[in-house]
């Protein structure tokens, strides 16, 4: 009869615990993950000093968003293509650059900024350029290659 009731114990302490497995307690910015990014897949956090990094596949893009210890969404960032940018951003670096390669294209957006980095290869020099969303560049960085 001892046997039964420690065997009984043992099963009902293994399924209470295995029914609440999946309701752990979610830090803040998980928690505001999960309101702000449904539908993200393979999701893969990071701690840093002073910020959470959240790295995840949404709608067909790897993005990544930053938050605050407080949970509080601080900006995302993603790649995208040339053709993705704005017009006006098209159009300044079509006018400054003519038809050099431009890649590495990372799109930030942190409250109501949207802003774009990406690398421009010319002949003598690779440029690491930021633009805004509306055309404004500015040369952040010069790399010469030869």
Same mark, same amino acid.
């Given at each position: =009869?001892?046997?039964?009731? /420690? *065997?009984?114990? *043992?099963?009902?302490?293994?399924?209470?615990?295995?029914?609440?497995?999946?309701?752990?307690?979610? $830090?803040? *910015? @998980?928690?505001?993950? +999960?309101? &702000?990014?449904?539908?993200?897949?393979? /999701?893969?956090? &990071? +701690?840093?000093?002073?910020?959470?990094?959240?790295?995840?596949?949404?709608?067909?893009?790897?993005?990544?968003?930053?938050?605050?210890?407080?949970? @509080?969404?601080?900006?995302?960032?993603? $790649? /995208?293509?040339?053709? &993705?940018?704005?017009?006006? /951003?098209?159009? @300044?670096?079509?006018?400054?650059?003519?038809? *050099?390669?431009?890649?590495?294209? %990372?799109?930030?957006?942190?409250?109501?900024?949207?802003?774009?980095? =990406?690398?421009?290869?010319?002949?003598?020099?690779?440029? +690491? %350029?930021?633009?805004?969303?509306?055309?404004? %560049?500015?040369?952040?960085?010069? %790399?010469?290659?030869?």
């Amino acid at each position: =009869m001892k046997k039964f009731i /420690v *065997a009984s114990a *043992a099963i009902l302490t293994l399924i209470s615990s295995s029914a609440f497995a999946g309701h752990k307690n979610l $830090n803040p *910015a @998980e928690t505001t993950f +999960q309101d &702000q990014f449904k539908g993200a897949t393979d /999701v893969k956090w &990071q +701690q840093g000093k002073e910020t959470i990094k959240a790295s995840f596949a949404l709608n067909g893009f790897h993005v990544e968003a930053y938050f605050n210890y407080a949970g @509080e969404l601080i900006g995302t960032a993603r $790649n /995208v293509l040339f053709y &993705q940018l704005p017009l006006a /951003v098209v159009k @300044e670096i079509d006018n400054r650059y003519g038809s *050099a390669p431009v890649y590495d294209i %990372i799109e930030y957006n942190s409250d109501s900024e949207t802003f774009y980095q =990406m690398t421009v290869e010319l002949p003598t020099k690779k440029l +690491q %350029i930021s633009a805004t969303s509306g055309g404004a %560049i500015s040369v952040v960085k010069k %790399i010469r290659t030869k």
